[in-house]
């Protein structure tokens, strides 16, 4: 997973299928947990910590639809 900022806000994440830089607008105070294009495979970021696991779908430009999950 790339990303370009280290906490929320406006951020800039590749997509997982074919690396296409994609904006996401998060919680200013979210992590990035993990990104898929393959949400129904739904990881369980409660197991690993993440208090308040949320998710958000964001269409890339090559047609995928990338579920970003987050904690916030």
């Known amino acids: 997973m790339e990303v370009t900022a280290e906490e929320g806000g406006i951020t800039t994440v590749a997509c997982p299928e074919c690396h296409t830089d994609i904006t996401v607008s998060l919680p200013r105070d979210a992590e990035i947990l993990s990104l898929t294009v393959a949400p ?10 993440a208090s308040r ?3 958000i779908e964001i269409p890339c430009s090559c047609g995928e639809q990338v579920t970003v999950f987050f904690d916030w």
């Open 40 to 49: 129904e495979e739904r990881p369980d970021h409660g197991a690993n910590g």
């Open 53 to 55: 696991p949320r998710d």
